[in-house]
């Protein structure tokens, strides 16, 4: 019989992450005044002191900590790093008086100029090889950081995901573990650019994958304290990045910017976020980007006289069923908002899972709103067309308190 598909355990891997902040806390204060000193941060004050921040610099400031608190941290994939590593040869002076690049949303700019060209560098365009070259990383006891450029690139370096990366730990009877933190760009909603190659979110593909956990946060503060959890949870982990939501402040008016949580604090996998716990008229399931979409509509919806719960999975694999449980019994009417297409979709998941066990609970037919089951089309009428939208939540939910 061989062993089980992870190791991650909620209370040790909080412990771990508690023991690494206690050994590096005075240590990582002094390296953010060093690197102000240098430029590399507009401010010498650690993000949790700074005003609420949006998603794509709460990564930043959460791989700057994972970098700080280990030495071990390796991030590397496509034009991730600042400069070709040759400019390195040139000297200080001359890179002092260059931009760098980091990333093409910048989610990992001043990485490589803070901690050099063998810690954080580019690869090939290889997917396949930039997921083999974290196998061996992780295998030699270091944790890396392989960055897809979007999920729609994954489909190269699937087998070295699905078949190599999460079946180890089961394989090997729990004797080798591959950790590694597998960040990568998805969904649409990109006002009018991205379409047919960039704008993938069918989550259903990775979350039937044993052995991988799979992260969707919707601010800034569930980046950062997801990400502590993945990094000392000892599995590997898919870390999707909302497109839509790197730089956005606000969705339709309402405000997504978060506050960076102190450093202690982490998120364990499978627990969900509650907003408007009162309200008990319907639920509505959701995570990234359909987030802050579905709490605009609730918003709305409360104008109209329905109230509605609003639960943030934030982890897709697991997802937490206790809460969904407590919210269908308090609600008795559901609604799944999901950028994922319907077959074998996020969205169905959850509504067969509602069905099995909370069948009796229910007071009208699960709803599940989708993508189509196509690919993105080029522009806002792409978007709008082959996208679930705001209006589209509030016509649901309409119709769903009036069955």
């Known amino acids: 019989m061989l062993g089980k598909a992870y190791s991650y355990n909620a209370v040790s891997a909080q412990y771990k992450w508690q023991k690494l902040v206690d050994e590096k806390r005075d240590y990582r204060l002094e390296k953010y005044k060093e690197f102000h000193k240098k430029g590399i941060f507009d401010t010498d004050e650690p993000p949790e002191n700074q005003p609420p921040m949006t998603l794509r610099i709460a990564i930043n400031y959460s791989l700057f900590d994972f970098f700080i608190l280990s030495d071990d941290t390796l991030l590397f994939g496509e034009d991730v790093a600042d400069f070709p590593k040759e400019t390195f040869e040139k000297g200080e002076d001359v890179i002092s008086k260059l931009k760098g690049k980091g990333g093409v949303f910048l989610a990992t700019r001043n990485l490589q100029r803070a901690f050099g060209p063998k810690r954080v560098f580019n690869t090939p365009l290889d997917e396949a090889g930039i997921l083999g070259r974290a196998i061996g990383h992780a295998y030699q006891g270091r944790m890396p950081f392989p960055e897809i450029q979007f999920i729609d690139y994954m489909s190269p370096g699937y087998q070295q995901l699905k078949d190599r990366i999460a079946t180890a730990y089961q394989r090997s009877n729990a004797k080798v573990r591959l950790p590694m933190i597998i960040r990568t760009s998805y969904g649409g909603y990109k006002q009018g650019a991205g379409a047919m190659w960039h704008s993938e979110a069918n989550l259903g593909a990775f979350i039937n994958i044993p052995g991988l956990h799979v992260l969707i946060p919707s601010n800034a503060a569930d980046a950062a304290g997801l990400l502590r959890t993945a990094f000392v949870c000892g599995d590997p982990v898919l870390h999707c990045e ?162």
């Open 242 to 403: 909302a497109v839509a939501l790197y730089n956005r402040r606000d969705w339709e008016g309402y405000n997504i910017l978060a506050k960076y949580p102190p450093l202690e604090e982490s998120i364990p996998f499978g627990r969900a976020r509650v907003y408007n716990k009162e309200a008990t008229d319907q639920v509505i399931i959701s995570y990234g980007i359909q987030l802050p979409m579905s709490l605009k509509a609730a918003e709305i919806l409360s104008e109209k006289g329905i109230n509605a719960r609003v639960l943030d999975l934030r982890t897709v694999k697991p997802i937490d069923w206790e809460s969904i449980g407590e919210a269908i019994r308090d609600c008795s009417r559901v609604l799944i908002v999901s950028e994922d297409r319907y077959y074998g979709g996020v969205g169905p998941t959850i509504s067969a899972h509602i069905s099995e066990h909370y069948f009796d609970c229910l007071d009208a037919p699960v709803r599940v709103l989708h993508a189509q089951d196509c690919r993105v089309a080029y522009g806002l009428d792409g978007d709008a067309i082959c996208l679930p939208q705001t209006v589209d939540v509030i016509t649901a939910a309409t119709e769903l308190a009036g069955y």
